[in-house]
T-cell receptor, first 113, second 112 residues
Framework: DAGVIQSPRHEVTEMGQEVTLRCKPI?????LFWYRQTMMRGLELLIY????????DSGMPEDRFSAKMPNASFSTLKIQPSEPRDSAVYFC???????????FGSGTRLTVV | TQLLEQSPQFLSIQEGENLTVYCNSS?????LQWYRQEPGEGPVLLVT?????EVKKLKRLTFQFGDARKDSSLHITAAQPGDTGLYLC????????????FGRGTQLTVWP
Protein backbone atom coordinates (compact mmCIF):
# COMPACT_ATOMS: atom_id res chain seq x y z
CA ASP A 1 0.00 0.00 0.00
CA ALA A 2 1.40 3.42 -0.97
CA GLY A 3 -0.09 5.11 2.07
CA VAL A 4 -1.78 8.50 2.05
CA ILE A 5 -0.49 10.54 -0.86
CA GLN A 6 -0.45 14.32 -0.78
CA SER A 7 0.55 16.77 -3.47
CA PRO A 8 2.33 19.01 -3.85
CA ARG A 9 4.98 18.54 -1.13
CA HIS A 10 5.86 22.22 -1.23
CA GLU A 11 3.93 25.21 -2.50
CA VAL A 12 5.06 28.81 -2.59
CA THR A 13 2.51 31.31 -3.77
CA GLU A 14 1.82 35.00 -3.68
CA MET A 15 -0.83 36.52 -1.48
CA GLY A 16 -4.19 36.58 -3.18
CA GLN A 17 -3.59 33.51 -5.33
CA GLU A 18 -5.67 30.36 -5.21
CA VAL A 19 -4.04 27.28 -3.73
CA THR A 20 -5.28 23.71 -4.12
CA LEU A 21 -3.92 20.87 -2.03
CA ARG A 22 -4.65 17.28 -2.98
CA CYS A 23 -4.96 14.03 -1.10
CA LYS A 24 -5.42 10.38 -2.00
CA PRO A 25 -6.41 8.33 1.07
CA ILE A 26 -5.70 4.67 1.65
CA UNK A 27 -8.15 2.48 -0.21
CA UNK A 28 -10.87 1.17 2.09
CA UNK A 29 -10.47 3.91 4.69
CA UNK A 30 -13.83 5.52 5.42
CA UNK A 31 -12.58 8.64 7.17
CA LEU A 32 -10.49 11.47 5.74
CA PHE A 33 -9.12 14.36 7.78
CA TRP A 34 -7.44 17.65 6.88
CA TYR A 35 -5.13 19.15 9.50
CA ARG A 36 -2.97 22.25 9.65
CA GLN A 37 0.21 22.30 11.76
CA THR A 38 2.07 25.34 13.00
CA MET A 39 4.57 25.87 15.78
CA MET A 40 2.19 28.18 17.59
CA ARG A 41 -0.99 26.12 17.44
CA GLY A 42 0.15 22.55 16.85
CA LEU A 43 -2.13 20.24 14.86
CA GLU A 44 -5.51 21.80 14.13
CA LEU A 45 -8.35 19.81 12.59
CA LEU A 46 -9.84 21.74 9.71
CA ILE A 47 -12.48 19.34 8.39
CA TYR A 48 -13.20 15.65 8.18
CA UNK A 49 -15.26 13.37 5.99
CA UNK A 50 -16.93 10.02 6.56
CA UNK A 51 -17.81 8.07 3.42
CA UNK A 52 -17.16 11.24 1.36
CA UNK A 53 -19.62 13.31 3.40
CA UNK A 54 -18.31 16.28 5.44
CA UNK A 55 -19.02 15.62 9.11
CA UNK A 56 -17.42 18.56 10.87
CA ASP A 57 -16.02 21.67 9.21
CA SER A 58 -16.00 23.85 12.31
CA GLY A 59 -12.21 24.05 12.16
CA MET A 60 -12.15 25.73 8.76
CA PRO A 61 -10.80 29.19 9.56
CA GLU A 62 -12.79 31.30 7.14
CA ASP A 63 -14.83 31.22 4.01
CA ARG A 64 -11.58 31.40 2.10
CA PHE A 65 -11.10 27.70 2.89
CA SER A 66 -13.12 24.96 1.22
CA ALA A 67 -12.76 21.20 0.96
CA LYS A 68 -14.32 18.58 -1.23
CA MET A 69 -14.30 14.82 -1.48
CA PRO A 70 -15.91 13.91 -4.81
CA ASN A 71 -15.14 10.22 -4.40
CA ALA A 72 -13.56 7.77 -1.97
CA SER A 73 -10.09 8.12 -3.48
CA PHE A 74 -9.63 11.88 -3.74
CA SER A 75 -10.01 15.05 -1.72
CA THR A 76 -8.98 18.67 -2.18
CA LEU A 77 -8.46 21.58 0.17
CA LYS A 78 -8.66 24.97 -1.51
CA ILE A 79 -7.67 28.38 -0.21
CA GLN A 80 -8.90 31.38 -2.18
CA PRO A 81 -7.56 34.00 -1.79
CA SER A 82 -4.46 32.92 0.13
CA GLU A 83 -2.90 35.10 2.83
CA PRO A 84 0.54 35.00 4.52
CA ARG A 85 -1.05 33.76 7.77
CA ASP A 86 -2.13 30.61 5.92
CA SER A 87 1.52 29.54 5.75
CA ALA A 88 1.75 26.17 7.52
CA VAL A 89 2.11 22.45 6.88
CA TYR A 90 -1.17 20.89 5.81
CA PHE A 91 -1.69 17.20 6.48
CA CYS A 92 -4.23 14.79 5.14
CA UNK A 93 -4.92 11.61 7.11
CA UNK A 94 -7.22 8.66 6.64
CA UNK A 95 -8.65 6.08 9.02
CA UNK A 96 -10.37 2.78 8.59
CA UNK A 97 -13.00 3.29 11.27
CA UNK A 98 -14.05 5.40 14.21
CA UNK A 99 -11.42 5.39 16.95
CA UNK A 100 -8.85 3.61 14.80
CA UNK A 101 -5.40 5.03 14.21
CA UNK A 102 -4.78 7.58 11.53
CA UNK A 103 -2.36 7.21 8.65
CA PHE A 104 -0.96 10.60 7.75
CA GLY A 105 0.43 11.78 4.48
CA SER A 106 3.80 13.51 4.30
CA GLY A 107 2.14 16.92 4.22
CA THR A 108 2.20 19.99 2.01
CA ARG A 109 4.35 22.87 3.21
CA LEU A 110 2.57 26.04 2.10
CA THR A 111 4.31 29.38 2.07
CA VAL A 112 2.31 32.47 1.11
CA VAL A 113 4.47 35.52 0.44
CA THR B 1 -8.54 25.20 24.54
CA GLN B 2 -6.60 21.93 24.35
CA LEU B 3 -8.55 18.85 25.37
CA LEU B 4 -5.28 16.98 25.91
CA GLU B 5 -2.35 18.61 27.71
CA GLN B 6 1.11 17.18 27.18
CA SER B 7 4.14 17.74 29.36
CA PRO B 8 6.87 18.62 29.16
CA GLN B 9 6.66 20.65 25.97
CA PHE B 10 10.39 20.23 25.31
CA LEU B 11 12.83 17.62 26.57
CA SER B 12 16.54 17.47 25.80
CA ILE B 13 18.54 14.55 27.18
CA GLN B 14 21.71 12.54 26.66
CA GLU B 15 21.79 9.13 25.04
CA GLY B 16 21.20 6.38 27.58
CA GLU B 17 18.93 8.38 29.90
CA ASN B 18 15.38 7.39 30.77
CA LEU B 19 12.42 9.73 30.34
CA THR B 20 8.67 9.94 30.80
CA VAL B 21 6.23 12.21 28.98
CA TYR B 22 2.67 12.77 30.06
CA CYS B 23 -0.70 13.29 28.43
CA ASN B 24 -3.56 14.53 30.62
CA SER B 25 -7.19 15.41 30.11
CA SER B 26 -10.31 16.11 32.13
CA UNK B 27 -12.26 14.07 29.57
CA UNK B 28 -12.66 10.32 29.35
CA UNK B 29 -11.62 8.68 26.10
CA UNK B 30 -12.45 5.26 24.75
CA UNK B 31 -9.01 5.00 23.22
CA LEU B 32 -5.76 6.87 23.36
CA GLN B 33 -3.02 6.81 20.78
CA TRP B 34 0.59 7.88 20.65
CA TYR B 35 2.28 9.13 17.50
CA ARG B 36 5.86 10.13 16.67
CA GLN B 37 6.58 12.77 14.09
CA GLU B 38 9.98 13.33 12.49
CA PRO B 39 10.95 16.52 10.66
CA GLY B 40 9.38 16.84 7.24
CA GLU B 41 7.02 13.91 7.74
CA GLY B 42 3.55 13.24 9.06
CA PRO B 43 2.93 11.66 12.47
CA VAL B 44 3.24 7.88 12.60
CA LEU B 45 1.10 5.78 14.91
CA LEU B 46 3.08 4.00 17.64
CA VAL B 47 0.38 2.42 19.78
CA THR B 48 -3.30 2.42 20.72
CA UNK B 49 -4.50 1.72 24.26
CA UNK B 50 -8.17 1.12 25.00
CA UNK B 51 -8.51 -0.34 28.50
CA UNK B 52 -8.07 1.63 31.71
CA UNK B 53 -4.79 0.60 33.35
CA GLU B 54 -3.51 -1.01 30.16
CA VAL B 55 0.24 -1.17 29.64
CA LYS B 56 1.82 -1.79 26.25
CA LYS B 57 5.47 -2.17 25.42
CA LEU B 58 7.17 -1.46 22.13
CA LYS B 59 10.86 -2.36 22.54
CA ARG B 60 12.22 0.37 24.85
CA LEU B 61 8.93 2.32 24.89
CA THR B 62 6.28 1.65 27.54
CA PHE B 63 2.82 3.15 27.22
CA GLN B 64 0.26 3.27 30.01
CA PHE B 65 -3.39 4.29 29.95
CA GLY B 66 -4.71 5.69 33.22
CA ASP B 67 -7.28 3.71 35.19
CA ALA B 68 -9.92 6.39 34.57
CA ARG B 69 -8.99 6.65 30.87
CA LYS B 70 -8.23 10.35 31.21
CA ASP B 71 -4.45 10.26 31.05
CA SER B 72 -1.52 8.37 29.63
CA SER B 73 2.22 8.22 29.88
CA LEU B 74 5.07 7.21 27.62
CA HIS B 75 8.30 6.00 29.19
CA ILE B 76 11.46 5.50 27.15
CA THR B 77 14.30 3.47 28.59
CA ALA B 78 17.89 4.13 27.53
CA ALA B 79 16.97 6.77 24.96
CA GLN B 80 18.82 6.82 21.66
CA PRO B 81 19.31 9.60 19.10
CA GLY B 82 16.88 7.77 16.84
CA ASP B 83 14.13 8.45 19.40
CA THR B 84 14.34 12.16 18.62
CA GLY B 85 11.03 13.55 17.41
CA LEU B 86 7.72 15.11 18.33
CA TYR B 87 5.56 12.76 20.41
CA LEU B 88 1.84 13.38 20.14
CA CYS B 89 -0.98 11.83 22.11
CA UNK B 90 -4.51 11.68 20.73
CA UNK B 91 -7.78 10.66 22.33
CA UNK B 92 -10.91 9.45 20.63
CA UNK B 93 -13.63 6.87 20.36
CA UNK B 94 -17.10 6.81 21.81
CA UNK B 95 -18.98 10.03 21.17
CA UNK B 96 -16.19 11.75 19.25
CA UNK B 97 -17.74 10.57 15.97
CA UNK B 98 -14.56 9.26 14.40
CA UNK B 99 -12.25 12.16 15.16
CA UNK B 100 -9.21 12.23 17.42
CA UNK B 101 -8.25 15.10 19.70
CA PHE B 102 -4.50 15.76 19.59
CA GLY B 103 -2.26 17.25 22.24
CA ARG B 104 0.37 19.85 21.34
CA GLY B 105 3.15 17.30 21.65
CA THR B 106 6.47 16.84 23.44
CA GLN B 107 9.55 17.65 21.38
CA LEU B 108 12.24 15.17 22.41
CA THR B 109 15.89 15.60 21.48
CA VAL B 110 18.37 12.87 22.38
CA TRP B 111 22.03 13.87 22.07
CA PRO B 112 24.74 11.31 21.32
Amino acid sequence: DAGVIQSPRHEVTEMGQEVTLRCKPISGHDYLFWYRQTMMRGLELLIYFNNNVPIDDSGMPEDRFSAKMPNASFSTLKIQPSEPRDSAVYFCASSQASGRGYTFGSGTRLTVV
Amino acid sequence: TQLLEQSPQFLSIQEGENLTVYCNSSSVFSSLQWYRQEPGEGPVLLVTVVTGGEVKKLKRLTFQFGDARKDSSLHITAAQPGDTGLYLCAGGGGSTLGRLYFGRGTQLTVWP
